[in-house]
């Protein structure tokens, strides 16, 4: 059975291996990128496998493009559902997007319309996949660039209606909160109020950047610290959702292991004020 997934965690990177395997590392789990590891043997694997033998590790995906109008991928499940055997993950996620078409695979995390048939859509293939894994998974909002003039949805009730449809949970990306509020103009925090309570199990913290275009787009780069508003963003969440499991992303501009500790335990620092407001409340 899997550990239970508590606590802070860290994104598990190639760069970071030894620190994660260091006596007495302050992280209380690792998230590893699926398709990382899908693959037969080699050193990823060889280190995955020290790691999941001191931590609890979520899986986190990029390629089931559960949104997309292809058939669901059955050798990539079949390749999943063999990583999670491997690992024992509490959670199994990806992303609320789709990812390519008529066999194409374009490595990006595209958005969806926000519409009725694709809830009905994308919760059929979400019941498929957590038929063939044997467990919930957790889908994560994407940060987009973009909405569809037939949108009938806002981002919070498309969110809630695919999780009560489908029985999935939701990974809940604060950055990509602050980012979609920034670039499509809606209140963050409202949109967390909106969500519900009992869906939510992650949390991701990620930096962003400003378009270099000159557009005044935010882009979810992962490349640059947690900034101010989305600590104060995630605080408004841990005291909504309580103490929900929560990790720092980083993946480019990689900074020193013991940066991405100090940002750990500021995620620490809030999270516990936070609860501390909560309970009160």
Do not use: K
Request: hydrophobic share 40%; net charge negative.
């Amino acid at each position: 059975m899997a550990r239970p997934l508590q606590g802070f965690g860290l994104g598990l990177r190639p760069g970071y291996y030894e620190d994660a395997l260091t006596p007495q590392c302050p992280v209380d789990w690792f998230e590893i990128v699926n398709e990382n590891y899908m693959v037969a043997g080699g050193r990823p694997l060889y280190m995955l496998d020290q790691v999941a033998e001191r931590y609890p590790l979520a899986m986190h995906g990029v390629s089931l493009s559960i949104g997309g109008r292809d058939p669901l991928d059955r050798d990539y499940l079949r390749e999943l559902a063999a990583l999670a055997r491997r690992v024992r993950p509490d959670v199994i996620s990806d992303h609320l997007c789709w990812t390519g078409g008529d066999g194409l695979q374009l490595h990006d995390l595209l958005p969806l319309p926000q519409t009725e048939e694709v809830v009905r859509h994308v919760a059929a293939r979400v019941r498929a996949v957590q038929d063939t894994l044997g467990q919930q998974i957790l889908l994560e909002n994407v940060s987009s660039y973009l909405r569809f003039s037939g949108d009938t949805l806002d981002e919070a009730q498309f969110l809630s209606a695919i999780a009560a449809e489908s029985g999935c949970g939701l990974l809940l990306d604060v950055n990509n909160v602050w980012v979609n509020g920034h670039n499509h103009d809606f209140d963050p925090y409202a949109m967390l109020d909106a969500l519900p309570v009992d869906a939510v199990g992650q949390i991701h913290l990620a930096g962003h950047s400003v378009d270099a275009m000159g557009s005044g787009l935010l882009i979810d780069t992962h490349d640059q610290p947690v900034c101010d508003e989305v600590w104060d963003l995630y605080a408004h969440a841990v005291h909504r959702f309580g103490d929900v499991p929560a990790m720092i992303e980083r993946d480019d501009n990689y900074p020193p292991f013991a940066e991405l500790l100090a940002e750990l335990a500021h995620a620490r620092d809030i999270a516990a004020t936070a609860s501390a407001q909560r309970e009160a409340a």
